[in-house]
């Protein structure tokens, strides 16, 4: 190894003896990687190709214990830090330029108790790997809808699925986590242990320690749903919009549709003559009994005459791989999204206008449905504070040619613009880009002074800055 120069979050550098280096190296039960090492390019890419930074330092960690090796040593030479978890999030905030890279995806441990009904998770492990443990036993908690995610930024953000209507955010179902404090403490954080420090995790991001190991109730669920798609051409988007917004309210909890906006994909179930045409996607998931899914399901499945629909008894984990070909890594990535009390014609309309002229045969709008499971929970019970809003507006601007990057970039712009009078002007931090800073205040609302607070006690230096970052308090 050699000497290095590497970035302070003070804004200077710091050098590096490579001795020191060694030490580091030597002390832990993963590795330290530098860019001559061979797994570098490998642990500084992420999802979003848009990203490409240089951290000089990589720590790669083993374990618990290799990451408070690691928080320490940043903390001793006031090392600006990055921490990845499964290296999805949209900003890129997982690496750095310059700095030291936590990178947690190798900690993959899943244990389901499943008398209990919880789980055990350490932070590299991604949602298809959970689902597929506790699967195993016939049991779910509620996590996002794309199988190569990571379970550690997407439950610290807040974390919402197909199961979240009925059982909450990922957050609702935490029940405590193991956090290495910007001290290099390993502590646990539950309602009881650390409470402060668990309300501000549950929704608060990385703001606050490295959290190696999460601890998850879990439900029945499945092993099979009720789920699929249905497809209608873009011109009768306003009437099955219209008819969706009514219905959803006439369904039980165990009842999901989200829904799509884009150009149609050469998917084999979809009629070649419509690829490459606008379409409204419904995305369905009834988890609870299948003839009851049937039944619930029927006057949407009725609705209009779709172009496709597939909908059907299918694995749980099936399904949450369902929409992975549509979310593959390295493709240029930029997202806008706003929070909604309900789905008003204006919006609909809006929506539309702009899926007429979508950049991109890979750029798509996507509308979560989070529904009463998350609203029901009070907005001070933890750090994710927007709970008014059961939907959430995902403008997921997705292109592979970096030459359209201002094509893209401004369309989505645009959208969100002319999205936000019908919004809440909330903010979910988990699909924040990096530019959106200013958002951070907004994101959490009238939980900021509490959290700015939170952060003085655990993190005083802000060594935990590149996040959607909560400014330690006065
Ligand atoms: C294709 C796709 C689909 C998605 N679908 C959904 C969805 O359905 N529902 C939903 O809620 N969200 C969804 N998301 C958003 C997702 O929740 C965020 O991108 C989330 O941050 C991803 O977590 P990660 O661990 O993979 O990301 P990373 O980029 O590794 O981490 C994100 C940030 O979290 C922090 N962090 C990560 N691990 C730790 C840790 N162990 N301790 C402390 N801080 C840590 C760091 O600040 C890091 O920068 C989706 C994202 C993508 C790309």
């Known amino acids: 190894m050699q000497d290095l120069r590497i970035k302070t979050y003070t804004g200077g550098e710091a050098s590096l003896k490579s001795e020191i280096i060694e030490k580091l190296n030597q002390s832990i039960r993963g590795k330290v990687l530098t860019p001559e090492s061979e797994q570098y390019k490998e642990a500084r890419t992420i999802w979003n190709a848009m990203i490409d930074k ?9 374990g618990a214990a290799d990451v408070v090796r690691a928080v ?33 995806s190798p900690m ?33 908690t509620p996590v996002g809808i794309n199988s190569t995610t990571g379970i550690a930024g997407l439950t610290l953000g807040g974390g919402f699925g197909w199961l979240s209507r009925k059982l909450g955010l990922t957050i609702d179902n935490l029940i405590s986590a193991d956090v290495v404090t910007a001290e290099g403490e390993l502590v646990t954080a539950s309602e009881t242990d650390h409470p402060d420090l668990f309300w501000g995790i549950r929704g608060g991001g990385g703001n606050f320690g490295v959290v190696t190991s999460f601890e998850f109730r879990l439900h029945k669920v499945g092993p099979e749903v009720l789920a699929g798609l249905i497809v209608h051409p873009l011109d009768a988007a306003g009437d099955v919009l219209r008819f969706y917004r009514d219905f959803i309210k006439t369904t039980p909890q165990e009842f999901v549709c989200w829904f799509v906006l884009r150009l149609a994909p050469p998917l084999p179930f979809l009629p070649s003559e419509w690829h ?11 988890a609870g009994d299948l003839k009851e899914g049937e039944r619930v399901a029927k006057p949407l499945r009725s609705f209009g005459k779709p172009i496709a629909d597939i909908i059907g008894p299918m694995p749980f984990t099936a399904w949450q791989a369902v929409l992975d070909p549509l979310l593959t890594p390295g493709m240029r990535n930029y997202w806008k999204s706003h929070d909604f009390k309900e789905v008003s014609d204006g919006l609909i309309d809006t929506l539309i206008a702009h899926a007429r002229r979508v950049p991109d045969p890979q750029t798509e709008i996507a509308f979560a449905l989070l529904g009463e499971g998350v609203t029901k929970v009070a907005k001070e019970a933890t750090a994710y504070t927007h709970r008014d809003a059961g939907f959430v507006l995902n403008v997921h601007g997705r292109w592979d040619n970096p030459s359209k990057d201002e094509k893209c970039i401004g369309w ?27 958002r951070v205040q907004s994101a959490y609302g009238s939980n900021y002074s509490r959290l700015a607070a939170l952060k003085k006690k655990y993190d005083p230096n802000n060594l935990f800055r590149l996040n959607q970052n909560i400014q330690p308090g006065k």
């Open 276 to 286: 490459g045409k606008g379409i409204l996607v419904l995305a369905v998931c009834y």
């Open 108 to 140: 993959k441990s899943v244990r389901i108790d499943a008398k209990g009904m919880t789980a055990r998770v350490e932070p590299g492990v991604t949602l298809g790997e959970f689902d597929r443990e506790a699967q195993a036993f016939g049991l779910a």
């Open 412 to 438: 989505a712009r645009e959208l969100f613009q002319a999205a936000a009078p019908f919004a809440t002007g909330g903010a979910y931090v988990n699909f924040m880009t990096q530019e959106e800073q200013g």
């Open 72 to 104: 320490r040593f940043a903390s001793e030479h006031k090392l600006l830090v990055a921490v990845r978890g499964g290296g999805h999030n949209i900003a890129g905030n997982a690496v750095c330029d310059g700095g030291l890279m936590i990178d947690l």
């Open 54 to 62: 240089m951290p000089s330092l990589i720590v790669r960690c083993a």
